[in-house]
Nanobody, 123 residues
Framework: QVLLVESGGGLVQAGGSLRLSCAAS????????MGWFRQAPGKEREFVAA???????YYVDSVKGRFTIARDNAKNTVYLQMNSLKPEDTAVYYC?????????????????WGQGTQVTVSS
């Protein structure tokens, strides 16, 4: 069992930055693929970024060059640095963990989820 707790969301103007954090419980954090997803009102949850156990990162096209995912295995934490934010980035952002090897973008293939943190970008 892995407990994930997100933090760092908030209200920011377009062009601004936020850094989301996701703290994980347990002693096997380094063995998990970690992902960030988001869900806007009335829309399905969508993949944003993921990081493999070895540190390889993957992004949805709409955030490439603006968002950076990173992990600190010593702190059991994964981060999402979000720069040049746009109003369309407004959503609840969720952290997720996958226990099986391999980075995937499919919601149903992640085993554990956080409660989410709200990100609102004003124009």
């Amino acid at each position: 069992q892995v407990l994930l707790v997100e933090s760092g969301g908030g209200l920011v103007q377009a062009g601004g930055s936020l850094r989301l954090s996701c703290a994980a419980s347990g002693r096997t954090f380094s063995s998990y693929v970690m992902g960030w997803f988001r869900q806007a009102p009335g829309k399905e949850r969508e993949f944003v970024a993921a990081i493999s156990r070895s540190g390889g990162s993957y992004y949805v096209d709409s955030v490439k060059g603006r968002f950076t995912i990173a992990r600190d295995n010593a702190k059991n934490t994964v981060y999402l640095q979000m720069n040049s934010l746009k109003p369309e980035d407004t959503a609840v952002y969720y952290c997720a963990a996958r226990s099986v090897i391999g980075v995937v973008t499919t919601v149903s293939l992640y085993d554990y989820w956080g409660q989410g943190t709200q990100v609102t970008v004003s124009s």
